[in-house]
């Protein structure tokens, strides 16, 4: 399972303390890519996005592909040839989004299928996700012991984490306990699947 950290200080302490793990398991900004900000920033937001995932395709491993964007759409705006040696997360909002996810493979990319931890992102429940995804899924936003459990229940691929999920304010601003939760979390993550993924392992799903 690989487990994705977006730009934060969560990410900035991962590469900091946590350096064994980076690559592995670990992918902490900029290795997974999701500038949210940028991509909320307007309507023709992911025109800037994925400009910024060319610009950066070097130090990405893991990104979050634009919300309702089709392959057409993107291919108009960058070359997305440049883009193959990134794995994507499709967010799917409504499973109808599971087509972008499916055209993305069709065009060679190694793809997960997103489902969102935040209920006013979908419109739909998880068992229809678990039904209606048939490829590796993603959790996105995992900011819970609930969330982290239905992951591992249901056999998610990756998932990636806030920092809300390692306790309190206080705890978090605390290196000594903070790298202890960090490695609590992967020890939990590391049971349940037997044996870590990584990203060249899953890379070499599609063939």
């Known amino acids: 399972m690989m487990i994705g950290i977006g730009k934060s200080p969560l990410a900035n302490f991962v590469i900091k303390y946590c350096n064994e793990y980076i690559g592995k398991v670990l992918y902490p900004y900029p290795l997974f890519f999701d500038d949210k900000k940028l991509l909320l920033s307007s309507k023709t937001g992911y025109i800037l996005y994925l400009k910024k995932l060319v610009k950066l395709r070097n130090y990405i491993k893991v990104a979050l592909w634009p919300d309702y964007i089709p392959y057409k759409a993107a291919a108009k705006i960058v070359d997305l040839d440049l883009l193959q040696n990134i794995v994507f997360v499709v967010p799917v909002h409504s499973l109808s989004d599971i087509e972008i996810g499916e055209e993305l493979q069709d065009h060679g990319f190694n793809i997960f299928f997103g489902y969102a931890s935040d209920k006013k992102y979908r419109n739909y429940e998880l068992i229809d996700f678990l039904k209606a995804a048939k490829g590796e899924k993603w959790y996105l936003g995992v900011s819970t012991r609930k969330e982290l459990k239905e992951t591992i229940l249901y056999n998610f691929n990756g998932l990636d984490v ?4 390692f306790g309190r304010n ?25 044996r870590q993924t990584t990203l060249y392992e899953f890379s070499k799903l599609g063939g």
Request: no cysteine.
């Open 170 to 194: 206080e705890d978090r601003k605390d290196s000594r306990i903070l790298k202890k939760n960090l490695e609590e979390l992967l020890r939990t993550v590391s049971k349940s699947q037997g």
């Open 162 to 165: 806030t920092g809300f999920l």
